[in-house]
């Protein structure tokens, strides 16, 4: 039972582009989500995050947009740059605050120079 | 300590012998908590501690899996009789107390022969 889906499991963008990475939920209680980006060999490291009271947060050239009614939320990254190659996990928690994270299966995002 | 500190890196076990994995979460933090990444799949929740306690523990299989968060010391996650399928990597993450954000660590990478 995938209760977070992240449907590409790879992405490649040219660099200086916009790069879009997808993610849907079936779960309806999730109300809390984010969005961690992984290197080989490290630990997910934290990017980005929206309750579900917004619809957009924006940090820098990370944004992340929330559609509750299509229970669908994607993050854009632009312009794009080599360091951001790497794979992204969106994740999700059914209240803020709370310690247990469903995450999705990743998009491995290959930014080309 | 600059962050999530685990141990080993890489874990090789025959089959039928105990793997134990060490995390000592970021400075100031008194949460841990464990998620395993099988291949070409997600992060997949496994338990949440706090010093002397489980809070959650509600994604670690029933048989062979235990974890502590004792009051001095690191957190440990145990496999007792290792099979093939506990092959994964094995993320820690700590947070202080009430914040949503996790800091994980490298992760323990535990191959099974």
């Excluded at chain 1, 916009?18 to 490291?45: H, Q, R, V």
């Excluded at chain 2, 994604?59 to 009051?71: D, H, I, W």
């Amino acid at each position: 039972d995938q209760q977070v889906k992240q449907n590409s499991p790879s992405l490649s963008v040219q660099e200086g582009r916009i790069s879009i990475l997808n993610c849907d939920y079936t779960n309806s209680m999730f109300d809390y989500f984010l969005w961690y980006k992984k290197y080989p060999a490290e630990g997910p490291t934290f990017l980005i995050s929206i309750s579900s009271i917004k619809d957009k947060n924006e940090d820098g050239r990370f944004t992340v947009f929330l559609n509750k009614s299509a229970k669908h939320l994607s993050l854009h990254i632009v312009p794009s740059q080599p360091g951001d190659s790497a794979v992204y996990f969106c994740a999700a928690s059914a209240r803020e605050g709370a310690q247990k994270l469903v995450f999705g299966q990743g998009t491995r995002l290959t930014i080309n120079p | 300590n600059a962050g999530v500190m685990q141990n080993p890196r890489h874990l090789v076990r025959r089959r039928g012998q105990e793997a134990r994995l060490r995390c000592s979460p970021m400075k100031g933090h008194s949460h841990v908590y464990w998620y395993r990444q099988l291949p070409e799949e997600g992060l997949k929740f496994m338990v949440y501690l706090q010093k002397e306690n489980i809070i959650d523990e509600s994604g670690m299989p029933k048989e062979r899996f235990s974890a502590e968060f004792p009051k001095e010391g690191p957190s440990i996650l145990r496999i007792q009789q290792v099979v093939r399928g506990d092959s994964a990597a094995y993320f820690c993450a700590s947070s202080p107390a009430g914040n949503q954000e996790l800091f994980f660590g490298e992760g323990s990478r535990l191959t099974v022969l």
